[in-house]
T-cell receptor, first 112, second 113 residues
């Protein structure tokens, strides 16, 4: 069966520090991969999606970047965090044939 | 469509009553719809889906209704239980969207004892 791992679960980082959140998927090949952000009490905002290694599409201009160095690994990064980067970050994967997305447990990022 | 900047609408129901959560979409090309449940501090979990060639689909205690004429989707939960308290999101996608999901704003369901 397929599983998705996202870590860390919580993170407190000072303004101006770098960020690296990692997501890996097991049990599937060539998944579509997604990074979402969710502010408290709000909906889900798609940040990045990837249909293959090295292929990243950005949905919104921001202080973040994403990379996909391996087929089942998706990384969300920032060189210098801003206060406004605080939020709940969710990684998800989707099968190329089916269309539902399966989510990780999320990372609660607080920038202080 | 995506409404990430809005506060979530809320719905409160008595335990044992039926719940109906509604969602409107705007893309007439959308052909696949999903309902997710998100508990506090967790990632969304798949509940039920429906394709555009159907207008109703039933699961365990849940039913999804699709009205393509008015671009409306609803989730009905029978005999609502305290464990059903969560935020519910609808999502839609179309074959021309690289299968990206577009999420609705979500509804906070609270089950009252």
């Amino acid at each position: 069966s397929q599983t998705i791992h996202q870590w860390p679960a919580t993170l407190v980082q000072p303004v101006g520090s770098p960020l690296s959140l990692e997501c890996t998927v097991e049990g599937t090949s060539n998944p579509n991969l997604y990074w979402y952000r969710q502010a408290a009490g709000r909906g889900l905002q798609l940040l990045f999606y990837s249909v293959g290694i090295g292929q990243i599409s950005s949905e919104v201009p921001q202080n973040l970047s994403a990379s996909r160095p391996q087929d089942r690994q998706f990384i969300l990064s920032s060189k210098k965090l801003l206060l406004s980067d605080s939020g709940f970050y969710l990684c998800a994967w989707g099968d190329r044939v089916g269309t539902e997305a399966f989510f990780g447990q999320g990372t609660r990022l607080t920038v202080v | 469509g995506e409404s990430v900047g809005l506060h979530l609408p809320t719905l409160s129901v008595q335990e044992g009553d039926n719940s109906i959560i509604n969602c409107a979409y705007s893309n007439s090309a959308s052909d696949y719809f999903i309902w997710y449940k998100q508990e506090s501090g967790k990632g969304p979990q798949f509940i039920i889906d429906i394709r555009s060639n159907m207008d109703k689909r039933q699961g365990q205690r849940v039913t999804v209704l699709l009205n393509k004429t008015v671009k409306h989707l609803s989730l009905q939960i029978a005999a609502t239980q305290p464990g059903d308290s969560a935020v519910y999101f609808c999502a839609e996608t179309s074959s021309g969207s690289a299968r990206q999901l577009t999420f609705g704003s979500g509804t906070q369901l609270t089950v009252l004892p």
